[in-house]
């Protein structure tokens, strides 16, 4: 099953997400990378690595974002972990994990699950 | 410019950065999320405390281990930035022990490569780019001029500073500002004023040495 990392500037905010996403797909594997070591707001490249290393199988891993620093630091890790099944992905935080969730409980395949997610990018609530 | 030379100037950042860590931070609550001052000195804190593993290192893997540092400590926008800045730095130093005022300005170059790519960003944006580019074509036209790397970069300096200024008359594009639209109009960026505090020190410390 391809893993998911949720990443925020918030500890809250990437635990909620996760705990969201898990409402719909109990056995999706998830993990959280919000806030920094000491629990104060912004990013940790070690946190993130960490749940990237927590969620990775062969199958893959995706990674998603809120803005800026965390976008910033997920980039720098894809470049030095070098592993073409972890990627990171461009879309609303809680659409994306939610159907990345329900979609990779479903077996889809890493390359499936991309492009799926990137639909996310353009439903509409209402 | 030589290890010895780096590794002060390297000191000496830390040591403006924390002096005024709340003044940039103050500029961040403005227009940003208000972190950059905490930020920045938390990571260059980091800094400090490696410095002396990095006594016997060439100035390549020195730049390379501050990028190193400040990537895994700063938690914010300016850690993969100056990170990435320092690395690529680093990367264009390998092996060396001293550095000649091209080999300097080649270094800046590659640093601000880094950050327009890390950050998808070009001058103009209300960014760090915004002090970096005046002050790198001012240094590489000094050298290509003639000047020594002391004279070169206090014009880059002055051309940063100039740069700063200019951030306050231009809305931000890039970054948590850009949410603000034109109300980021009449604010200094801060990570144009914490570039421009490096570059400062630089001279500052080739000025002393």
């Known amino acids: 099953m391809v893993g998911i990392v949720i990443v925020s500037h918030s500890q809250k905010l990437a635990e909620g997400v996760v705990e969201v996403a898990r409402m719909m797909a109990e ?17 940790s490249y070690d946190k993130i690595l960490a749940a990237v290393e927590e969620v990775y199988s062969f199958d893959g891993v995706i990674i998603l974002m809120d803005m800026g620093s965390a976008v910033m630091t997920t980039e720098m890790i894809l470049e030095d972990l070098n592993r073409p ?29 991309s492009e799926l997610i990137k639909d996310s990018r353009t439903a509409n609530k209402f | 410019m030589d290890t010895k030379t780096i590794l002060a100037i390297i000191e000496a950042i830390a040591k ?47 730049l390379k281990g501050v990028g190193t540092a400040l990537v895994s400590t700063v938690g914010g926008a300016s850690g993969p930035l100056y990170g990435t800045a320092f690395m690529k730095a680093g990367n264009v130093c390998k092996g060396k022990t001293s550095l000649t005022a091209y080999e300097f300005a080649a270094a800046l170059d590659a640093a601000i490569n880094g950050v327009k790519m890390r950050g998808k960003a070009v001058e103009g944006e209300k960014t760090m780019l915004d002090a970096l580019c005046p002050a790198y074509k001012t240094i590489k036209s000094g050298i290509d001029g003639g000047k020594n790397l002391v004279d070169a970069l206090a014009d880059g300096v002055d051309a940063a500073a100039k740069g700063v200024e200019y951030t306050k008359t231009i809305i931000a594009t890039k970054g948590r500002a850009s949410y603000l639209k034109e109300r980021s109009l009449g604010h200094q960026d801060p990570g144009a004023t914490s570039s421009l505090y490096m570059l400062q020190t630089t001279l500052e410390v080739l000025r002393g040495a």
């Open chain 1, 27 to 43: 056995n999706a594997s998830l993990a959280a990378a919000g806030g920094l070591e000491d629990g104060n707001l912004g990013t």
């Open chain 1, 85 to 113: 099944n972890v990627k990171m992905i461009d879309c609303p935080l809680v659409e994306g994990a939610v159907l990345a969730a329900v979609e990779s409980a479903g077996g889809r395949s890493l390359e499936e699950l």
């Open chain 2, 16 to 62: 403006r950065i924390e002096e005024q860590k709340d003044f940039l931070t103050e500029l961040d609550n403005e227009i940003g999320d208000g972190d950059h001052g905490i930020n920045l000195a938390r990571g260059f804190k980091a800094v400090e405390e490696k410095l002396p593993t990095f006594a016997d290192k060439d100035i390549g893997a020195i």
